[in-house]
Nanobody
Framework: QVQLVESGGALVQAGGSLRLFCEAS????????MSWYHQAPGKEREMIAT???????QYSDSVKGRFTISGDFDKNTVALQMTRLKPEDTGVYFC?????WGAGQADYWGQGTQVTVSS
């Protein structure tokens, strides 16, 4: 079993910054990538940032230039630095890690952390 624990969610004013953190633990062989997802109220969950072992990052257009993903594949941790926050960034943020061990693969999700951006 693999467990993910996120932290850092809070209430913040528009224009402010926040840093989310996620740590994966348990029976981890070797993570291939780590990602953050955002689920706004009443909407589907969407990927906003991802990082792979080659240090390649990808961002959704909604956060590009404002959010930065960073991670440590030795410690199985990933962070999301959020700047210039907007009210539309409000929602639950989920950490997801992907593991591929050749014979199989799996996604593991955290329980989510709430971010509320006030206007």
């Amino acid at each position: 079993q693999v467990q993910l624990v996120e932290s850092g969610g809070a209430l913040v004013q528009a224009g402010g910054s926040l840093r989310l953190f996620c740590e994966a633990s348990g029976e981890i062989f070797r993570l291939s990538s780590m990602s953050w997802y955002h689920q706004a109220p009443g909407k589907e969950r969407e990927m906003i940032a991802t990082l792979d072992r080659r240090a390649v990052t990808q961002y959704s257009d909604s956060v590009k230039g404002r959010f930065t993903i960073s991670g440590d594949f030795d410690k199985n941790t990933v962070a999301l630095q959020m700047t210039r926050l907007k009210p539309e960034d409000t929602g639950v943020y989920f950490c997801k890690v992907f593991e591929n061990w050749g014979a199989g693969q799996a996604d593991y999700w955290g329980q989510g952390t709430q971010v509320t951006v006030s206007s």
